[in-house]
């Protein structure tokens, strides 16, 4: 069974950095997508980032362009965000999501297998 786990969350001041993990557990994830969810309440689950296990191929949403780097180490089946020059609007609960697909999409009900999530606060 495949099993997602995320940390590293928490409270950071405006212009700060988080390093978020994902730690993938229950099967071989070559052939996988991952990304990368953030979610406020009340709205939508959105696309932040997303990696092929298998390549080097990443993908981010505009809002976080140029901030946000996802990457993977293979030898510890982990998922990384890095996040910098954070803003108030980064705020959310974070959710890594695993598709067994090659292929990246930014729509969340195409992700089969999902973390319990992390909080990010960024204070201003």
């Known amino acids: 069974q495949v099993q997602l786990v995320e940390s590293g969350g928490g409270l950071v001041q405006a212009g700060g950095s988080l390093r978020l993990s994902c730690a993938a557990s229950?099967?071989?994830?070559?052939?996988?997508?991952m990304a990368w969810f953030r979610q406020v309440p009340g709205k939508e689950r959105d696309f932040v980032a997303a990696?092929?296990?298998?390549?080097?191929?990443?993908y981010y949403a505009d809002s976080v362009k140029g901030r946000c780097t996802i990457s993977r180490d293979y030898a510890k089946n982990t998922v990384y965000l890095y996040m910098n020059s954070l803003k108030p609007e980064d705020t959310a609960v974070y959710y890594c999501a695993a598709r067994p697909s090659a292929i990246v999409t930014m729509n969340p009900s195409t992700y089969n297998y999902w973390g319990q999530g992390t909080q990010v606060t960024v204070s201003s």
């Open positions: 229950g099967r071989t994830f070559a052939n996988y997508a």
């Open positions: 990696i092929k296990w298998s390549g080097d191929s990443t």
